[in-house]
């Protein structure tokens, strides 16, 4: 199968009653004719292993977020509408905010690896957004035929029988798009749903660094299928609990300005800090709060977990505006991502883990 150079995915017939705009069909805008042949091949032989597969399974990493449930469950309706038997299983708990996504009470929660050697085998599994087979957790066991990694993450270790690591893709639901655009897929208001999700959350709403003219184009050609953008927007972003404004004041507290380098800033939380309000569902954003400092160029959150086994580790989120880049930073903790936005679990705690990782954060300032 051949992605068509300047394909024209098909977008349906005009959604009857509840959405009085009107269906243009200027999709083509999804499939970019910039996509390089090399850039399009890989999408040509995962159209073809997934036009051929009569069982699919979907997946993404583990804490998912809007662009992996997002971009999985625009391929289930894409794939349920072609005739495929689809399932969804994630590799651990979501957060409840995204129940507004259409399908979202399909998908199971899989952590165990007695759950995945007992699934049934599928053709063909897809996991999107995820960096490496660590971040898919148990779903990794489940037996199939072609892995198909679907991603856009730089740091990606190539991990499936097929990669489609597109890292000209703003999020995965961008690469969700051409490859559907591959299998001659039309994309409907229910997918676009979904797909308007990982745009909005992979680009921070519009404010990283990965958005471009393309992102609008491509957003645009997705509002043209009657979505309510706005609407979208509030269920994204108005999730908060009492508990998690909590969590945010938490941060508040905790938050430093380094004393070497005042572009930097981050905010520390020890195992005792979180204990004393609780781990939350979904850490969100905190670490947006040092990030708004006017002057900051690189920021953190630090968060040190005591495991079940006695084991500590510190969980690192990390961003920087451009031209810095704290991706590498990532990976040399065992971590990954982009090179603005990356985190890593690093052993050891707060008190080993956090002098060498500051040294190498200020050392990202000084280019
Ligand atoms: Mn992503």
Partial sequence: MTCKEKGTPRFPEAE????????????HLLLPVSLSPEAATPYSEAATRIAAAQTVILTTHL??????????LALQLA????????????????????AYLPEFSSIRVMTEAAQAAAEPRADVIISCDAG?????GA????????????DHHSTNTNFGDLNVVD?????????????????????DRLIAECLYTTIVFDTGRFMHSNTTAHTFRWTAALLDTGIDASAINRK?????????????????????????????AGIVLTAADIAAVGEPEDWGDLVEIPRSLRGNEVAYLLREKRNADGTVVVRASMRSNPPYRIGDVALAFGGGGHQQAAGATIPGDLATVLPDLLRRLRATLSL
């Fill in 79 to 98: 794939l349920t509408r072609m005739g495929k038997q689809v399932r969804f299983l994630c590799p651990s708990k979501i957060a409840p905010g995204y």
């Fill in 132 to 136: 490496d087979r660590e971040r898919i």
């Fill in 139 to 150: 779903v990794w066991g489940v037996a199939r035929g072609t892995f198909i990694n679907l």
């Fill in 167 to 187: 890292l000209s893709a703003e999020s995965t639901g961008v690469a969700v798009s051409r490859l559907l655009t591959c299998l001659d897929q039309p994309i």
């Fill in 63 to 72: 804490n998912p977020d809007g662009d992996g449930i997002g971009a999985g």
């Fill in 16 to 27: 009857p009653a509840d959405y009085s705009r009107v269906t243009t069909p200027n999709a």
């Fill in 236 to 264: 994204l972003t108005y999730t908060r609990t009492v508990k998690d404004l909590a969590i945010q004041k938490l941060g508040l507290e905790h938050l430093r300005v380094d004393d070497q380098e005042p572009r930097l």
